[in-house]
Nanobody
Framework: QVQLVESGGGLVQAGGSLRLSCVASGSIVRFNSMGWFRQAPGKEREFVADLNWTGVGTYADSAKGRFTISRDNVKTTVDLQMNSLKPEDTTIYFC????????????WGQGTQVTVSS
């Protein structure tokens, strides 16, 4: 099992910034990816950004140019720096840890609320 603890959500005005952090603990493996998803009420969870153990990152179109994902493999943390926030970024953000390999497993954090006021 892998436990994830997120922090850093909150309320910010449009155009402002927030930094989300996630710490993974437990059965950590070398070949993994860590990333962020978000989910609004009544909608499917959507991908935001992801970074694998080699440092290769991917971003959703909505995040490109505004969000930056980073990780510390020693501390097993992943951060999401969110700049130029928009009201439509308002939702719950979830950290995901994915064990990669022949059989893959996903673990999720409890979520952290981000609210962007207009």
């Amino acid at each position: 099992q892998v436990q994830l603890v997120e922090s850093g959500g909150g309320l910010v005005q449009a155009g402002g910034s927030l930094r989300l952090s996630c710490v993974a603990s437990g059965s950590i493996v070398r070949f993994n990816s860590m990333g962020w998803f978000r989910q609004a009420p009544g909608k499917e969870r959507e991908f935001v950004a992801d970074l694998n153990w080699t440092g290769v990152g991917t971003y959703a179109d909505s995040a490109k140019g505004r969000f930056t994902i980073s990780r510390d493999n020693v501390k097993t943390t992943v951060d999401l720096q969110m700049n130029s926030l928009k009201p439509e970024d308002t939702t719950i953000y979830f950290c995901r840890y994915k064990k990669l390999g022949v059989v893959e497993y996903e673990y999720w954090g409890q979520g952290t609320q981000v609210t962007v006021s207009s």
